[in-house]
C-alpha cells in the first residue's frame, strides 16, 4: 500500500499539467512531500499553459518539458501520474508500465492516502450539484467537510486539509474512477446518481463507460452503503453487484425499502421502515425539476452518514444552488438569462429546457462526444422559440437531427451559426422580447471556441452584463 513516505526524494513524471487546478494541485502536492524532480509534460506550448504555469512559478525543482513528450521521461522515473482525461490504452502509459514504472492517477493516490470516510458521487449529471450539497447539509449539521474534485475543486492539494474528525466528499468522474478500479477500492458512501451515455470519443462503447462508472461500489464491504437511483434502469441492474448496503432514492416512485422519494410535491423518506414527511418541494430554493434527483440522493447519502432529518431539511433550505448549473444571471428589459454551461451532454439540455414555461431561446452547440442529438432535436423543436448554434462537431449533427425533425414544410429552415459568445448573446438579445428566457445550455463540449465550460459560462455572463 502506498504510503506518504514514497515519495520523498523521487523523480516523477506528471503526465497532463492542463488548464484546470487537478494538475497544479498535484504538482505542488510532489512538492510538498520532498519530491526531487517533478517532470511537468503536456502537449500544450507554455502559451497555452500559461495560467497554470503562473501558479507554480515559486517552484524550483520543476523540469517543464512542454509541445512534446520524451521517452526518458516514463522509463527512468519513480511514477508517473498521468491527466485523468488520458486513457490508459496512451502510448506513453503503456511505455511506462512495460518499463515497471508505476501509473496512478491523482484519485488512486487520494484513496491510498486518505484515513478518513469518503462519501463519493458520480453520475452522468447532476453529480457536482449532488456532492456540493451533500457537503453544504453535513457543514449545515456541524460536520468538518472536505470537498474534492467537486467542480473545479482540486484533488492532491486538499489531503492536507483533512484532520481525524474530517469527512471527504469526493465527486468522482468515470476517467478518476477507472484508477480506483486498478487499486480496487470505493468510497465508504457511494452515490450513483444517473447513467447516459456521455465521454463516448473516450470510452468507445457504452460498456465500457459502465464498467468505470460501477468502481464507485465495486470494492465496498458489506457495512459500506450505496446509494443509488430507483428510476434509471440502468443502475438498477448495476446495483445487483453491490456488496455493501443498498438504499435508493426517485424523483417521483416510492421506493423499495429505506431511502427517499418525490411525491405530490413533497420529499418522502422511509428509515428501517417507518415513512415521514422530510419537507415540502415550495421551501427547496433552487430551480430545475432535474435536481430533484440530487437533492433526493443528497438526503439519502446524509441519512445514511447519520445527519437528522430535521438538519437535512435545514440545510436544503439554505442551499442557493451553483453556478453554471442553471444559474440566474439576471433580467435585462424584461428578459431572463440562465447560465447553464455545465449542461456537457444533450439530456441535461432537455432537463433544463424543461425547467422553464415561459418561452425560452437557446444557446446551445459545440464539440462532440460521439452522443445522439434526435432526442435534444424533438425537445429544442417543441420548447424553445429560438436558437443559436456555436460552430463545432456536434453542433453539424444537431444540425442534421433538427433537419430530420422539422415538418416536411419546413425542412429549408435556416439556424443560426456563430464562433462567439458576443455574438450569441447579441442574437439571442435581438431575438427576445419581455417574459422570454435566454438559457445558455450547450448539450456539447466547449472545446474549440473555449478553454473549457467554465470560460463558456464566464464569456456568457460578461456579455451579458455587458448588454
Not at 497532463?16 to 494538475?23: D, E, F, P, R
Not at 452522468?124 to 460536520?143: R, V
Amino acid at each position: 500500500m502506498l504510503q506518504e513516505s514514497f515519495f520523498k526524494d523521487k523523480r516523477i513524471t506528471v503526465f497532463g499539467l492542463g488548464l484546470n487546478t487537478g494538475g497544479v494541485g498535484t504538482v505542488k502536492f510532489l512538492v510538498e512531500r520532498g519530491v526531487r524532480e517533478v517532470i511537468v509534460t503536456d502537449i500544450k506550448s507554455r502559451e497555452e499553459l500559461e495560467p497554470s504555469l503562473q501558479k507554480l512559478a515559486k517552484y524550483k525543482n520543476v523540469t517543464y518539458v512542454l509541445g512534446q513528450h520524451r521517452p526518458e521521461n516514463f522509463t527512468h522515473v519513480d511514477m508517473v501520474i498521468k491527466n485523468p482525461v488520458i486513457p490508459w490504452t496512451n502510448e506513453y502509459v503503456k511505455l511506462a508500465e512495460k518499463h515497471g514504472v508505476p501509473v496512478e492517477m491523482d484519485s488512486s493516490i487520494f484513496f491510498a492516502l486518505c484515513r478518513v470516510p469518503i462519501i463519493g458521487v458520480t453520475g452522468a449529471k447532476g453529480k457536482t450539484t449532488t456532492a456540493t450539497l451533500i457537503a453544504h447539509i453535513l457543514e449545515k449539521a456541524g460536520k468538518s467537510v472536505t470537498r474534492v474534485g467537486i467542480g473545479q475543486a482540486g484533488v492532491l492539494g486538499t489531503l492536507g486539509d483533512i484532520t481525524p474528525e474530517s469527512v471527504v466528499v469526493f465527486e468522482l468522474s468515470s476517467w478518476r474512477l477507472s484508477a480506483l478500479g486498478r487499486l480496487k477500492k470505493s468510497p465508504h458512501v457511494a452515490v450513483l446518481t444517473n447513467i447516459y451515455p456521455d465521454h463516448l470519443n473516450y470510452y468507445k462503447t457504452m460498456a465500457a463507460y459502465i464498467a468505470d462508472k460501477k468502481n464507485i461500489f465495486l470494492f465496498q464491504k458489506q457495512k459500506d452503503i450505496l446509494v443509488a437511483s430507483f428510476d434509471d434502469v440502468e443502475i438498477r441492474t448495476m446495483a445487483q453487484d453491490a456488496k455493501g448496503i443498498l438504499l435508493w432514492f426517485s424523483k417521483g416512485l416510492e421506493v423499495d425499502g429505506d431511502g427517499a422519494w418525490v411525491k405530490d410535491e413533497k420529499i418522502y423518506i422511509r428509515r428501517q421502515g417507518s415513512v415521514q414527511e422530510l419537507l415540502p418541494l415550495e421551501h427547496v430554493p433552487f430551480k430545475g425539476e432535474h435536481n430533484m434527483g440530487n437533492i433526493v440522493a443528497a438526503v439519502v447519502a446524509t441519512l445514511a452518514y447519520g445527519i437528522s432529518p430535521k438538519q437535512i431539511a435545514s440545510g436544503i433550505r439554505s442551499f442557493v444552488g451553483l453556478p453554471h448549473r442553471l444559474e440566474y444571471i439576471g433580467e435585462k428589459k424584461g428578459v431572463g438569462y440562465y447560465n447553464d454551461t455545465a449542461a456537457t451532454i444533450p439530456e441535461a439540455t432537455i432537463a433544463a429546457l424543461r425547467s422553464f414555461t415561459e418561452p425560452v431561446i437557446l444557446i446551445a452547440g459545440g464539440s462532440d462526444k460521439r452522443l445522439d442529438f434526435g432526442t435534444l432535436a424533438k425537445e429544442i423543436l417543441k420548447r424553445s422559440k429560438g436558437l443559436i448554434l456555436f460552430k463545432g462537431d456536434a453542433t453539424e449533427k444537431l444540425l442534421q437531427a433538427l433537419k430530420e425533425a422539422l415538418p416536411a414544410g419546413e425542412k429549408e429552415r435556416s439556424f443560426e451559426v456563430v464562433e462567439s459568445m458576443a455574438k450569441a448573446v447579441e442574437l439571442a438579445t435581438r431575438g427576445a422580447e419581455p417574459g422570454d428566457i435566454v438559457l445558455l445550455s450547450p448539450g456539447a463540449t466547449s472545446f474549440g471556441i473555449f478553454k473549457n465550460e467554465f470560460d463558456r459560462g464566464e464569456q456568457f455572463r460578461k456579455s451579458v452584463s455587458e448588454l
